[in-house]
């Protein structure tokens, strides 16, 4: 069982399985598309100088990738009365910043994988200085979006930059990846597992989850808090069903190199428990995300489904 998170009551698969999924996939398809346009609208052109470094960085972004982050943004939004515009800026930054986590991840200093997104990392397909860098732009330019943006007022600007730097920086991204180098080779416990995914893994999605919240003109306590909770619980399921595909999927279905976590020697909840245990604490985690909504109604519809697409991915 989770240390951070008791077992839920009831969690059937009734509950866990949300009902009018042909509406909620066209509105996926419908968000995919939109955050491509969006990012694709502030990326600086390839053919502005430096147009080596331009070209990378939309390599790095465009055309690949889930969008869970921006898609977790967009239903938070929803839930919380937003101005869809006004959500955009956070959808953008978030997967910007997520953009650049992969990029320095795949580094041979880093995780060191050749393949992302089913095509050559960016270091492969450009170099490593140029890889490096890529990254560092991308994370200004996270910031640089939302400071500049148009439709939001300051205040919400202000909680927006505040949680992606929390999320982005020692106490979130960066530092779960330093506790993962420090834990590599070394068998570790459950908690401390945890502890190094709700940093490396966890903060960014709880980021997107509130920056959606706060892209609302509406205070909203009550779902802000339910959406505080939820993002914690599908976070760290995110992270478990992370492994299990780590350990079962092939190359070709994940567009990345299976099997990497075992290669590396790196503790992990299939490692650490066994795939069926693994299974029943993603099973858990998912049932403790949606008691976060329960007091809600269809509003939370989206975030519900988000829970399963989570749960349910192929890759
Ligand atoms: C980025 C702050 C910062 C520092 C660099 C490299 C690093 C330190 C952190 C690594 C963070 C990282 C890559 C965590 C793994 C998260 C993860 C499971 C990524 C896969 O996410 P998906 O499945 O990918 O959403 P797609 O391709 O669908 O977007």
């Known amino acids: ?34 955050i491509e346009q ?77 393949l992302r997104r089913g095509k050559p990392s960016t270091h492969k397909q450009y170099d490593d200085a140029t890889a490096l860098l890529v990254g560092d732009a991308l994370q200004s330019l996270a910031f640089q979006l939302i400071a500049k943006d148009t439709h939001l007022q300051e205040a919400q600007k202000i909680n927006m930059l505040h949680l992606l730097a929390v999320a982005t920086g020692s106490r979130g991204m960066a530092g779960g990846q330093a506790i993962d180098l420090e834990n590599t080779g070394l068998s570790v416990s459950q908690a401390e597992l945890e502890v190094m995914h709700l940093h490396k893994t966890g903060a960014l999605i709880h980021a997107a989850t509130l920056m959606g919240a706060y892209s609302s003109d509406q205070e909203q306590l009550e779902k802000r808090r339910a959406a505080d909770h939820f993002s914690k619980a599908i976070g760290l399921a995110f992270q478990v069903i992370d492994d299990i595909l780590d350990s079962e999927a092939d190359t070709a279905t994940l567009g990345k190199t299976a099997g990497k976590d075992a290669q590396a020697k790196k503790s992990t909840y299939v490692t650490l428990l066994g795939l069926n245990k693994a299974k029943a604490l993603a099973y858990e985690l998912h049932a403790n995300a949606l008691t976060a909504l329960a007091p809600f109604g269809q509003e939370a519809d989206p975030l519900r489904h988000l829970a399963h697409f989570i749960t349910q991915r192929r890759f």
Not at 5 to 32: C, I, K, R, Y
Not at 62 to 77: F, N, P, S
Not at 89 to 112: K, R
Request: hydrophobic residues 45%; aromatic residues 6%; glycine residues 4%.
């Open 38 to 114: 969006v990012l694709d609208q502030h990326m600086p052109s390839a053919d502005i100088v430096p147009q080596r470094l331009h070209a990378a960085m939309r390599y790095a972004t465009l055309g690949g990738g889930k969008r869970v982050r921006a898609l977790l943004a967009y239903a938070t939004g929803l839930f919380c009365q937003a101005d869809i515009t006004k959500t955009d800026c956070a959808a953008v930054a978030v997967e910007l910043i997520h953009a650049f986590s992969l990029v320095h991840d795949d580094l041979p200093c880093m995780d060191n994988d050749d």
């Open 1 to 34: 069982m989770s240390n951070l998170f008791s077992a839920s009551a009831a969690s059937t698969e009734a509950l866990l399985t949300p009902v009018n999924t042909q509406a909620f996939n066209a509105w996926v398809g419908d968000m995919q598309l939109r």
